[in-house]
């Protein structure tokens, strides 16, 4: 069975951090980009950062540019969402997905993890 895999969430205070992983089982990940995004009660799911297949290229949602990042590591089959100086404003539902280099689109992304709470609050 081809799934992700997401842990790492949890309740913090702002200002701290979290460190998202993202596993994969049944497939490697090599060959896919891998975006994490992000749903908050009420609103839209929003993408937050990505990783290109060979990890050359990141990209980061203006949203948490300087405080996220990004990375992967194909011997371990695995991706990383470093999250610092976190804010109330972060809190979500954070989700993985692989999909096709060079696409931040989420519709074209194929597989997607049960997805980890982050909530941000004092």
């Known amino acids: 069975q081809l799934q992700l895999v997401e842990s790492g969430g949890g309740l913090v205070q702002p200002g701290g951090f979290l460190r998202l992983s993202c596993a994969a089982s049944?497939?490697?990940?090599?060959?896919?980009?891998i975006g994490w995004f992000r749903q908050a009660p009420g609103k839209e799911r929003e993408g937050v950062s990505w990783?290109?297949?060979?990890?050359?290229?990141?990209k980061y949602a203006d949203t948490v540019k300087g405080r996220f990042t990004i990375s992967r590591d194909s011997g371990k089959n695995m991706v990383y969402l470093q999250m610092n100086s976190l804010k109330p404003e972060d809190t979500g539902v954070y989700y993985c997905?692989?999909?096709?280099?060079?696409?931040?689109?989420?519709?074209?992304?194929?597989?997607w993890g049960q997805g980890t709470q982050v909530t941000i609050s004092s």
């Open positions: 049944g497939f490697t990940l090599d060959g896919y980009a």
């Open positions: 997905a692989a999909g096709p280099d060079g696409d931040y689109d989420p519709s074209d992304y194929d597989y």
């Open positions: 990783i290109s297949s060979s990890g050359a290229v990141t």
